[in-house]
């Protein structure tokens, strides 16, 4: 997806409330895109108390974007990638399970776009789990709706609590459906845990127009572990009397900070 207004809003943000001391690691090499009109991305800097730092600052002539985390004080970030195509630091399939040497080792993880393009999304969020650091953090940034033919999947908010809450358990910062537009004021809106009302959510026409974003940042904890099942929550909710082939989250003990 590459790192737009929408996206550049997000982390500018992230800044002013996260300093990363560790190591960090980008999923895929994140390119600029759509960098005009340029007053609006200087306005954001502005709004959040960044005015010293001027846009073309944050650029570099390749159009990647490794300047810009550095400037924003997320350190020399590595780049993540099946292949060495875009110049990827650090080769790994996501597919696959990552080697030992890269476990418990970064503080900070960006996926701008890159897990929605990867068949094995379970192996993939487990990737990003166990190279974490304990109190690490993971901003996600895939497709929500209006992405159709894009990569292999759309997400939605109950993938992200099921496993990142209750699965992994980690805290869920943030969890927003967020419209893709150029527009300095862009439709926002936050999306509760589907667990909490012990119902599906239904989104219906509460999703703002056009493309949309499910945006989410992820906090692992001291005690966060895997468990060994991921359930949709309002099934859960149905099979709490009845016999059932396993262990749902209504009689296992579920990990927290």
């Known amino acids: 997806m590459g790192i737009d207004f929408t996206v550049f809003s997000k982390l500018v943000e992230f800044s002013t409330r996260h300093s990363v001391e560790g190591r960090s690691l980008m999923l895929g090499r994140q390119e600029f895109v759509r960098l005009r009109p340029p007053r609006i991305f200087q306005r954001k800097l502005r709004r959040e108390g960044l005015d010293h730092i001027q846009l073309e ?73 166990h190279m974490l650091k304990p109190g690490g953090h993971f901003i996600s940034v895939n497709g929500l709706n209006g992405w159709a033919g894009h990569g292999m999947y759309q997400f939605n908010p109950e993938l992200v609590y099921s496993f990142w809450r209750r699965n992994a358990g980690c805290v869920v910062n943030a969890c927003q459906a967020i419209q893709r537009s150029r527009a300095f004021h862009q439709a926002v809106l936050d999306l509760q845990d589907p667990a909490d009302g012990e119902q599906r959510i239904d989104l219906g026409d509460s999703l703002p127009d056009g493309q949309v974003y499910l945006y989410c940042e992820i906090q692992r904890g001291s005690e966060a572990a895997l468990m060994d099942t991921v359930l949709q929550s309002d099934y859960e909710t149905h099979w709490r009397d009845y016999s059932n082939a396993g262990g749902t989250r209504y009689d296992q003990k579920v990990s927290s900070l």
């Open 57 to 129: 600052d944050l650029q570099q002539s390749d159009g990647y974007s490794e300047t810009f985390f550095r400037k924003l004080g997320f350190g020399e970030i590595e780049t993540m990638d099946f292949s060495d195509h875009e110049g990827a630091t650090i080769l790994q399939d996501l597919n696959r399970p990552i080697p030992k040497e890269l476990a418990g080792q970064f503080d900070f993880i960006f996926d701008g776009g890159t897990i929605e393009h990867v068949f094995n999304v379970p192996v993939a969020l487990e990737n990003v789990f």
